[in-house]
Each structure stands twice: as C-alpha cells, then as structure tokens.
C-alpha cells in the first residue's frame, strides 16, 4: 500500500483540485483567524494541500510540534506561525516529491517569518522510532488525512503515545466510516489513494485508540463527504464517509468511560483567541465565568494538561457519583449533505 498512496500523492495529484472527493476543503470554508496566517505560505505549498480538516488546537504558543504525512508542508508552515519562534514543528512524510515541495520553500517561510522553527524529515508513521526523536518530548502532534493510508494503524498509534508528553494530546483529522469497508473498497487503489478504502469503522478506532492507552478519544468536529467523482461513489455502495477530528490525550488517570465526581471547572477567558469561550471537543463548549460541571476525565484533560493554568478547578475524585450524565454510544458524527455547515480547514 506505501508504493500505491506515494504514486498517487508523488505523481498522480499535482494539485488539490485534482482530488475526487469533498475531503480537501473550499478555501472559503476557511476560520477567519487563519486566513493571515495562511497568506504568509508560498502559493506552491498551499496548491498541494490534500488535508480533510483543521489541525490546529488553541494554545500552541511555545509547544514542540510533530506532523504526520505532512505533505508539502501547509500545517508545518501554519502551525510554526501559531507554535512561534520558542517553538518547534517537525514534518514527516515518505513521499519524496511532497516533501520537496516543503523544503524548496523552507527559506521563503523563514523570511517571512522572521525565524526558523520548522523541520521535515523522511520517513515512516509506522516507524516513529527509526527517527531520531525522543520519547516524551512532543506537546502536540497532529496528522491531517493520513492516518486512514496507513496499512499499520497499530503501529501508528503505538510511535504517537510514545513520543508524547504525559499531558501531550494527538489532534487530528481523518475519514471514517460508518461500517467496516468490505474489502472491493479496501482494495481498490483510487479509492485507497482517495482516503476512503483505508478508513476505519468509528467504533473500530475508538477501540483502537483505547488499546494504545488513549482511553478517552475526544470528537472535535465532523462533517459527511462527498464523494464528486459518480464513477467512484458507485463503487463505494453504502458506505458513507465522514472527515473527523479527534484528539487524544495522553494521561494517567483517564477512565473507559465519563465518571461523576461531582467536579466543576470555571474557565477564565484567557486563551489567546478564545475570550469568550473554550471548546474543548464537540460536547464541551465551555462559556467564560460559569461554573460548567464536568466528569472525571474532563477535569484531568484540563487540569492535567497545557490548559490548567486558564480554568479554576472545583472538587476532587473523593466521592463518586456514577456515570456522568449523557455519555454516548452512537454515531457520533452529524448526518446530512456533504459539507454542510460545517467548521473546516
Ligand atoms: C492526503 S495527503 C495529506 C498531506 C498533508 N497532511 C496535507 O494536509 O496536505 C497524505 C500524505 O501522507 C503521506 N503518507 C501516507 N502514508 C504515509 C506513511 N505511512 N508514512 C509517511 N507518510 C505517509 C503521503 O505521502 C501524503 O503526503
């Protein structure tokens, strides 16, 4: 599979436009805060972005920063922006043409920056170890349309949990399915190379990422795609596909599901860009100044983590008081037309 996805993203794509799906966003879909940020990247970089959504979590400032599948480097050069001159992001990919775009405009990003934090590197997300980089020694990595091209998945996650921090989370975006892609999907190079013959069933990966030791996978955004290609929506069937962002913590502690301690958190409204409110996932948008009661792993993920310093903490694990209130089982992701209304890269 590593020969069929570098053809496809060495030679085949040329440009975004190229791609049969809705996964690569409309530049118009684009956050208001990251269109100055995006117009500081070479226009060759951004013509090869093939990414499904946004990878780019609150409060970056000074953090150590892993890309998996970077491609031709428009998170890298976004992210080392947001990450600043005390930070570092560093760019894997094993595709020599994606990731000579990235360096040939190495420079031009220094400039226009006015410092030099970034690194790419070649080589393997299976193979996280043969790198040179150190256990423990990244806040934040991300990956955007990648992991689903993966043959090793487990080995994916396994180089990720080592590599972060305690406190670190994995924030990234991906496609899913809604079932397990039978294998006419799974084995069909287009639809390989297009993200969706590798995509995992949801459930498969939550379960997945609790076998790494992320016990508690966090839906930040999802949006249904769409496949524009009609030759190759028929040969998907009823499969249906969905662009998602999870992050995942790496924390002692967490628990298999949202227990009630009776906890509480207060956030201060002093994340940079977000005075107002602090959206930790799809079902924790927490508003300034209200006491906002949150289960065990909520208040580990704030308080154990980059975001402690911004929340006042009331209560502790002394008592429990059951399950949480509202803990799910179902399709997590919102249903409906491809792209509708959706927040994207
Ligand atoms: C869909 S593109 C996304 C690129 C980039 N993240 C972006 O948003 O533009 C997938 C990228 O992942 C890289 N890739 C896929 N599988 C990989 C693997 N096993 N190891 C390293 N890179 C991989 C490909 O070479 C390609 O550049």
């Not at 990414?51 to 609150?58: E, R, T």
């Not at 190495?106 to 226009?112: L, T």
């Not at 899913?176 to 999907?185: E, G, L």
């Not at 769409?226 to 998602?244: H, M």
Request: net charge negative; aromatic share 10%; hydrophobic share 40%.
């Amino acid at each position: 599979m590593h020969d069929i996805v570098q053809e496809y993203y060495g030679q085949t794509l040329q440009h975004s436009g190229d791609l049969k799906t809705s996964a690569c966003c409309d530049i118009s879909q684009v956050p208001e805060w990251l269109k100055p940020l995006l117009a500081r990247i070479h226009p060759e970089v951004l013509s090869r972005y093939y990414g499904c959504g946004l990878v780019c979590p609150p409060l970056l400032e000074g953090c150590r920063v892993l890309d998996l599948g970077c491609g031709s480097g428009r998170d890298v050069y976004a992210l080392a922006q947001l990450v600043g001159p005390t930070g570092e992001v560093i760019g894997i990919d094993m595709t020599e043409e994606q990731l000579a775009v990235a360096q040939r405009h190495h420079q031009f990003h220094r400039d226009a920056f006015g410092y030099d934090n970034v690194r790419f590197l070649h080589g393997y997300i299976e193979r996280l170890d043969e790198l040179g980089l150190d256990a423990g020694s990244f806040d934040v990595i991300v990956s955007n349309c990648v992991v689903n091209l993966s043959p090793d998945k487990d080995a994916v996650l396994r180089g990720v949990h080592r590599l972060l921090k305690n406190g670190g989370e994995f924030y990234f975006s991906d496609v899913y399915a809604d079932r397990r892609v039978p294998a006419a999907v799974r084995n069909d190079p287009v639809l390989y190379g297009e993200c969706l013959g590798g995509a995992l069933y949801w459930n498969d990966f939550l379960r997945l990422a609790q076998a790494h030791g992320f016990a508690d996978p966090r839906l930040t955004d999802d949006r249904p795609l769409a496949i524009t290609d009609p030759a190759l929506a028929a040969r998907t069937g009823n499969v249906r596909f969905f662009s998602a962002t999870y992050r995942l913590f790496k924390l002692d502690g967490l628990e298999s599901a949202c227990e009630d301690y009776g906890q509480a958190v207060i956030y201060r409204g002093s994340i940079p860009g977000h005075a107002h409110r602090f959206v930790l996932d799809k079902h924790h948008d927490i508003e300034t100044g209200r006491v906002f009661p949150v289960c065990g792993n909520t208040w580990r993920m704030l308080h154990d983590t980059r975001f402690a310093a911004h929340f006042d903490f009331i209560g502790d694990f002394s008592r429990h008081y059951g399950l949480f209130a509202g803990c799910g089982g179902a399709l997590p992701f919102d249903e409906g037309a491809g792209n509708a209304g959706a927040a994207c890269c």
